[in-house]
């Protein structure tokens, strides 16, 4: 059974970091693609960060800069760091799992990042 499982949200104020994580567990990690996702209060969820399997990394507009997609295959675990916090940044953020080919597709269920001005 997939799972995946993100941890490091919190509460900071403005100007912050914070370091999510996303440990999956019961999928070959290696050969799927990680995204990590937001949804605010009253909004539809969005994109923020993506990594394939082979390393590349794109980024939505609002994070480029501030925040850096990795993951560690050894570990089974992606990362999303964030800098530069804004109060807008605040929303649970997801961790999605893709492996096109198959038309696999996992999502974690969220940790809450709370940012204040």
């Known amino acids: 059974q997939v799972q995946l499982v993100e941890s490091g949200g919190g509460l900071v104020q403005a100007g912050g970091s914070l370091r999510l994580s996303c440990a999956a567990s019961g999928m070959k990690f290696d050969i799927f693609a990680m995204g990590w996702y937001r949804q605010a209060p009253g909004k539809e969820r969005e994109l923020v960060a993506h990594i394939s399997s082979g390393g590349s990394t794109n980024y939505a507009g609002s994070a480029k800069g501030r925040f850096t997609i990795s993951r560690d295959n050894a570990k089974n675990t992606v990362y999303l760091q964030m800098n530069s916090l804004k109060p807008e940044d605040t929303a649970v953020y997801y961790c999605?799992?893709?492996?096109?080919?198959?038309?696999?597709?996992?999502w974690g269920k969220g940790t809450l990042v709370t940012v204040s001005s």
């Open positions: 999605r799992a893709n492996y096109e080919i198959y038309g696999a597709n996992y």
